[in-house]
């Protein structure tokens, strides 16, 4: 297993071998860690280390060598990469779609139960996730609207990314961001998620109002997308990641 530091000391970023290929390790020393814990991010497959200040990065690094059978058993119990290739199909908003490359046309569009992709075979990848995109952020954005005007609240802007960390985020001033793989699961998921964040423009914390506010909004209780979210949620993070 080799180590090389690429980040600053403040959060180390090491590269070593595992399960066949070049992986990062983050370590982040933390003030309040009594101990050291290994970790492997089940959305990208990132190794997190956290470390007492204190402790030595050597005697770090010696740990987590003596870890490496469990680092590779994780690794392996990961979702399966799924590259963005033509034939395979996708669901999308509760729909499952084909993709299929095309040699005409210039841009993506849906056809039934079809997502026809123009040529070249280099772009699809990239056309595919722009498609998806898209699709996401009108969702996103009707939905959020919807909600809204159910609380009575305003919103401030409307905007997707590909977090790690969560599926949605609200700002004090109002402003929404959400992961735009919500488009990948199933529409109750992600509604469920808009009125979770709407909800923030009630109550900026999760107390038992808030989450009051978040059922009476959605009209039943979360807790099933919640649950879809905890254990399925992390597949679809590996939509266009190559193995």
Avoid at 23 to 41: K, Y
């Amino acid at each position: 297993m080799l180590f090389r530091r690429t980040a600053p000391p403040t959060e180390t970023e090491l590269v070593f071998e595992a399960g066949g290929r070049s992986r990062p390790l983050i370590v982040r020393r933390m003030a309040q860690a009594r101990r050291m814990r290994l970790s492997v991010d089940p959305r990208d497959g990132g190794v997190r280390l956290v470390m007492p200040n204190r402790a030595s990065l050597r005697a770090a690094i010696k740990w987590v060598e003596s870890k490496r059978d469990w680092i590779e058993a994780a690794l392996d119990a990961l979702p399966n990469a799924r590259p963005i290739e033509d034939g395979m199909t996708i669901e999308v908003a509760g729909e499952t779609l084909r993709i299929e490359l095309t040699d005409t046309g210039r841009i993506v569009r849906r056809s039934g139960d079809r997502l026809i992709v123009p040529r070249p075979d280099e772009l699809l990848a990239t056309r595919v996730t722009r498609w998806l995109r898209a699709r996401a952020l009108e969702r996103l954005e009707a939905e959020t609207t919807r909600f809204a005007t159910l609380a009575g609240v305003s919103i401030g802007r409307v905007s997707i990314g590909d977090p790690r960390a969560r599926w949605g985020s609200c700002s004090a001033n109002g402003d929404i961001r959400y992961s735009w793989r919500l488009i990948l699961a199933p529409p109750e998921v992600l509604e469920a998620t808009v009125a979770h964040e709407v909800a923030h423009r009630l109550h900026m914390d999760h107390s038992r109002e808030f989450h009051a506010a978040v059922q009476r909004l959605l009209g039943r209780d979360p807790l099933p997308e919640r649950n879809w979210l905890r254990e399925h949620g992390r597949h679809l993070y590996w939509l266009g990641r190559e193995p």
